[in-house]
């Protein structure tokens, strides 16, 4: 058995002066920004939702991230999308008008998009307010581009998109699968 060394006695005074200082909030830093979150719920098809569980879970099998959420999901896609819409030179900015138009509340005029209760459930996901800025520009890009499409149609809307979300990454999964996150 070892013997344990005698504690050690110091003398002296010690200074609790500073200790005023041990209310201040350390928490917050000067020199952090605050971030606003922004909660996105897509009300779809439930084919539409197995389809973005499948993309994200090939997402993280090729990442190597298994703890791969929702929300990682959806920003990781639309820095994607973003990144192939400057690539291919058809990344606009989405007037503010418009993102209002979009983001507004109220039921939109049925489209071959509506499904009846039973087939829809809802995805709710929350990015930060950058991030569903660029969905917003991403959405604008799009509809912009596609043929046949105007930025005037009333059943436009971030879940009215979602479906062309997906189905971008879809046909463009190998690429996507291949994009390096941070």
Aim: hydrophobic share 35%; aromatic share 14%; glycine share 2%.
């Amino acid at each position: 058995m070892s013997k344990k060394a005698k504690q050690e006695e110091l003398t002296g005074d010690f200074d609790f002066s500073n200790i005023k200082n041990a209310t201040k909030d350390f928490s917050k830093s000067q020199n952090t920004k605050s971030v606003s979150k922004v909660a996105i719920k897509f009300k779809v098809h439930k084919d539409l939702i197995q389809r973005f569980h499948i993309l994200k879970l090939d997402f993280a099998k090729k990442n190597e991230k298994y703890s791969f959420s929702n929300n990682e999901m959806l920003k990781y896609s639309i820095l994607f999308m973003e990144d192939s819409f400057n690539k291919k030179n058809i990344l606009k900015e989405c007037p503010d008008d418009f993102r209002k138009a979009i983001i507004k509340p109220g039921k939109r005029k049925a489209t071959h998009r509506t499904f009846p209760f039973p087939l829809t459930d809802e995805i709710l996901m929350t990015v930060d307010d950058d991030i569903a800025k660029k969905y917003m520009n991403i959405m604008f890009s799009f509809i912009v581009n596609e043929p046949g499409e105007s930025i005037f149609n009333e059943y436009h809307s971030r879940t009215y998109f979602f479906y062309d979300f997906i189905d971008y990454l879809e046909k463009n999964k190998k690429e996507f699968l291949n994009f390096k996150i941070d």
